[in-house]
T-cell receptor
Framework: NAGVMQNPRHLVRRRGQEARLRCSPV?????VYWYRQLPEEGLKFMVY????????ESGMPKERFSAEFPKEGPSILRIQQVVRGDSAAYFC?????????????FGQGTRLTVV | DQQVKQNSPSLSVQEGRISILNCDYT??????FLWYKKYPAEGPTFLIS?????DKNEDGRFTVFLNKSAKHLSLHIVPSQPGDSAVYFC????????????FGDGTTLTVKP
């Protein structure tokens, strides 16, 4: 039973380009979350998605960032016109339920470097 | 405004001794708490959790204590092993929202042989 799979593991983009980060949740999990970790900091919640729906995007920057979790296929975090400040580790997590005494299982992350 | 704080960036203990990692929170809406362990270049791995209706939860060498009135929790590792060396993150969330955890900045634990 594979865990949360993220790809690519490392992504280098020039300023102004687009970054697309993919996340396949644990099989059977329909709740997906994206977090961002800046150097020397903890993980910061960005967005919570459930198949085809955005449940909570309160941590997502208002511009340039978007996320989706289609009926088929992985969840995608998209960053348009990347800037140096977007350089961070982006982690995806999934859980079998959206509430209660359940933990979120994390992927290994995508390390985005903007040059 | 940091709602979850881990005031010790690092902790060093001798193998076999107890490691105590501390965490404070400010948001009264948090009623479920988790500890994650993270190695470099990997994602966080769940360790142990506790809900606000309890004050202690134990799993093998790991015990989490919750003091609701002080808004404080701690993770005890006994006995500590060199393989426990990692960054430990405290996280807190509402019981009703499994994914919207607020994380502390982490404590780097080093267990010396």
């Amino acid at each position: 039973n594979a865990g949360v799979m993220q790809n690519p593991r490392h992504l280098v983009r020039r300023r102004g380009q687009e970054a697309r980060l993919r996340c396949s949740p644990v099989k059977g999990h329909s709740h997906v979350y994206w977090y961002r970790q800046l150097p020397e900091e903890g993980l910061k919640f960005m967005v919570y998605l459930q198949k085809e729906n955005i449940i909570d995007e309160s941590g997502m920057p208002k511009e340039r960032f978007s996320a989706e979790f289609p009926k088929e296929g992985p969840s995608i975090l998209r960053i348009q016109q990347v800037v140096r400040g977007d350089s961070a580790a982006y982690f995806c997590a999934s859980s079998p339920q959206g509430t209660g005494n359940t933990e979120a299982f994390f992927g290994q992350g995508t390390r985005l470097t903007v040059v | 405004d940091q709602q979850v704080k881990q005031n010790s960036p690092s902790l060093s203990v001798q193998e076999g001794r107890i490691s105590i990692l501390n965490c404070d929170y400010t948001n009264s809406m948090f009623d479920y708490f988790l500890w994650y362990k993270k190695y470099p270049a990997e994602g966080p791995t769940f360790l142990i959790s506790i809900s606000s209706i309890k004050d202690k939860n134990e799993d093998g060498r790991f015990t989490v204590f919750l003091n609701k009135s002080a808004k404080h929790l701690s993770l005890h590792i006994v006995p500590s092993q060199p393989g426990d060396s990692a960054v430990y993150f405290c996280a807190a969330r509402p019981y009703t929202n499994a994914g919207k955890s607020t994380f502390g900045d982490g404590t780097t634990l080093t267990v010396k042989p």
